[in-house]
């Protein structure tokens, strides 16, 4: 199993352009989450997904957007960049109240 | 609403020493708790988790935590720490009515030779 896998690893844009990470989980999980991290912030929660077809806003979702494209899929666009997006994304997949599983992460810098 | 805290923002021992991370939490029922390890460049991976049972929990890499409902506590630690796990640190509970576990802001550990 590959687990969690995100795609680009990295990503350079500039300002005002648009991009859309992907994420990808083999586990049959029915919850998924996109967060990003910055220094000195921990992880916060941008949007997340419960079951297929359903998304929900989490604590820091201006400027993103997600798409739950089927069980196994779950992106994260935006739709144009700015500066204090430059961070590093993780993404995550979960089984009811078990762990959560994360992806490698996506370094993403906006210029 | 759940929190975590994490008091500890960085902690620095020399390799060899025991170690103990603080956690804890604020919840009215019994939380499900977690630590996850993220190595420098990687994604975060789980040591260990508390459900129910048994308060004192084994994971992965020698770490253990112990669960203190009296003191909303779930403090992770390692008899012996090898270089190899100086790492960020993470605390996070979960409950039975919320699909969004609650993490806390992480603690870095640093190992000395």
């Known amino acids: 199993n590959a687990g969690v896998t995100q795609t680009p690893k990295f990503q350079v844009l500039k300002t005002g352009q648009s991009m859309t990470l992907q994420c990808a989980q083999d586990?049959?999980?029915?919850?998924m989450y996109w967060y990003r991290q910055d220094p000195g912030m921990g992880l916060r929660l941008i949007y997340y997904s419960a079951s297929e077809g359903t998304t929900d806003k989490g604590e820091v979702p201006n400027g993103y957007n997600v798409s739950r494209l089927n069980k196994r899929e779950f992106s994260l666009r935006l739709e144009s960049a700015a500066p204090s997006q430059t961070s590093v994304y993780f993404c995550?997949?979960?089984?009811?109240?078990?762990?959560?599983?994360f992806g490698p992460g996506t370094r993403l810098t906006v210029l | 609403a759940q929190s975590v805290t994490q008091p500890d923002i960085h902690i620095t021992v020399s390799e060899g020493a025991s170690l103990e991370l603080r956690c804890n939490y604020s919840?009215?029922?019994?939380?499900?708790l977690f630590w996850y390890v993220q190595s420098p460049g990687q994604g975060l991976q789980l040591l260990l988790k508390?459900?129910?049972?048994?308060?004192l929990v084994q994971g992965i890499k020698g770490f253990e935590a112990e669960f203190k409902r009296s003191q909303s506590s779930f403090n992770l630690r390692k008899p012996s720490v090898h270089w190899s796990d100086a790492a960020e640190y993470f605390c996070a509970v979960g409950s039975g009515g919320s699909y969004i576990p609650t993490f806390g802001r992480g603690t870095s550990l640093i190992v000395h030779p």
């Open positions: 508390y459900f129910s049972g048994d308060t």
């Open positions: 586990m049959n999980h029915n919850s």
């Open positions: 995550a997949s979960r089984e009811g109240h078990n762990e959560q599983f």
């Open positions: 919840y009215g029922a019994t939380p499900y």
